[in-house]
C-alpha cells in the first residue's frame, strides 16, 4: 500500500512576518523537497477544511470561535509574542487540522497505509483552550480524536519527537487511558512542561528528557530503552507521530545534535511498533524545524521511510 501526503496552498498564506522563524519559506522548502523523483509514488492529496465538529472534539466551542474571530481582515494580530495571526491564518490553521483528519480517515480507512501531512501552522503547543508557541489548533490531538470518534479505534499513541515538549498534546492525553502521549525533547527548554515527573492519570505519559547538545547517542538510547517499551505495553491501534525536525544539529532554535540519518532511524522503529500493534497505520504530521535546509532533508528522509514500510 501507499503512503499519501496531504498539504493545501493555504498553509502558505499563515503570514508571520519578517524574521519569523515559523515562516512560510518552511513549507516551500518541504514540498519542493517532496517533489523530487524518489516521491514520484507519493499520492498527494489536497488537506479539506477541519470542521467545527472536529475541532471541538479537542477544543472548547467558545475558544473556537474567539480564536477565528480574532484573526484580522489586514495586517497583523498576535496570541502572544510569538504567535502571530494574519488574515490568511484561518484558512491555514483549518487546512492543517483538516489534513490530519483526512489523513485518519484515508489510512484507517484501509486507503493507504500510512501518511504525512505537510502543514503549518503546527500545532503540539496548542492547548485544548490556549493557542502559544507558534500554534492554533493541535492538529494532531484533533486527528487522534477523529480516529476515536468515528473508526472505532480505540487507543491511539503519539509520539513527538520535536525539540520541544509538546505540552498541548500531554494535555489532550494524560487523563484518558486509551491516549498515549511520548516524547523526546530538549530539557530545559520552551515551554518548561516535560519533566519526566509528568506521567498521565493512567502512567499513559513519557516524556524523555535530553540535555542540550544531547546527539543520536542519547536520542536512540530514549526512544529504545523509554518509548519503544511502552509503546509494547499500551499497544496502541493507530500510531501518529508529531514530526517535529527541531533537534536537527543545523537547527537554530534547538540545541540537540540530531542528523537526517536519526530521523530515518526513529521513523524506523516507529513503523515496527505499527506493524507490531496497529496494522502499519501511521500518520505522521509536520511540526517544528526552522533550518531550512535541514528540514527539508529531514522531512525527505522522514516521508522516503514511511514510503518503503
Ligand atoms: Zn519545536
Known amino acids: 500500500m501507499n503512503t499519501l501526503l496531504f498539504s493545501h496552498p493555504d498553509c502558505l498564506d499563515h503570514d508571520t512576518g519578517y524574521g519569523h522563524p515559523e515562516c512560510a519559506d518552511r513549507l516551500r522548502v518541504v514540498l519542493s523537497a517532496l ?36 484573526i484580522p481582515a489586514d495586517g497583523h494580530g498576535s496570541i502572544d509574542a510569538d504567535t502571530v495571526l494574519s488574515p490568511g491564518t484561518g484558512r491555514a490553521a483549518l487546512r492543517a487540522a483538516g489534513a490530519v483528519v483526512a489523513a485518519v480517515d484515508a489510512v484507517c480507512g484501509g486507503e493507504a497505509r500510512n501518511a504525512f501531512c505537510a502543514v503549518r501552522p503546527p500545532g503540539h503547543h496548542a492547548e485544548p483552550d490556549q493557542a502559544m508557541g507558534f500554534c492554533l489548533f493541535n492538529n494532531v490531538a484533533v486527528g487522534a480524536a477523529h480516529a476515536r470518534a468515528t473508526h472505532r479505534l480505540r487507543r491511539v499513541a503519539i509520539i513527538d519527537f520535536d525539540v520541544h515538549h509538546g505540552n498541548g498534546t500531554q494535555t489532550f492525553c494524560e487523563q484518558d487511558a486509551d491516549l498515549f502521549y511520548g516524547s523526546t525533547h530538549q530539557w530545559p527548554l520552551y515551554p518548561g512542561t516535560g519533566s519526566v515527573k509528568e506521567r498521565g492519570m493512567f502512567g499513559n505519559i513519557v516524556n524523555a528528557c535530553l540535555p542540550p547538545m544531547a546527539g543520536s547517542p542519547e536520542f536512540r538510547h530514549a526512544i529504545q530503552t523509554q518509548l519503544i517499551p511502552a509503546l509494547d505495553s499500551f499497544k496502541p491501534d493507530l500510531l501518529m507521530i508529531s514530526a517535529g525536525f527541531d533537534a536537527h544539529m543545523r537547527d537554530p532554535v534547538g540545541g540537540l545534535d540530531l542528523t537526517e540519518d536519526d530521523f530515518v532511524w526513529v521513523t524506523q522503529k516507529l513503523i515496527e511498533v505499527a506493524d507490531r500493534h496497529a496494522k502499519g497505520r501511521i500518520v505522521s504530521v509536520l511540526e517544528g524545524g526552522y533550518d531550512l535546509r535541514a528540514l527539508a532533508n529531514s522531512t525527505a528522509a522522514h516521508v522516503k521511510t514511511l514510503m518503503v514500510a
Open 35 to 70: 517533489e523530487d523523483e524518489t516521491f514520484m509514488f507519493l499520492d498527494r492529496r489536497d488537506a479539506p477544511l477541519a470542521t467545527r465538529a472536529q475541532l471541538e472534539r479537542v477544543h472548547p466551542p467558545a475558544h473556537v470561535t474567539a480564536l477565528l474571530d480574532a
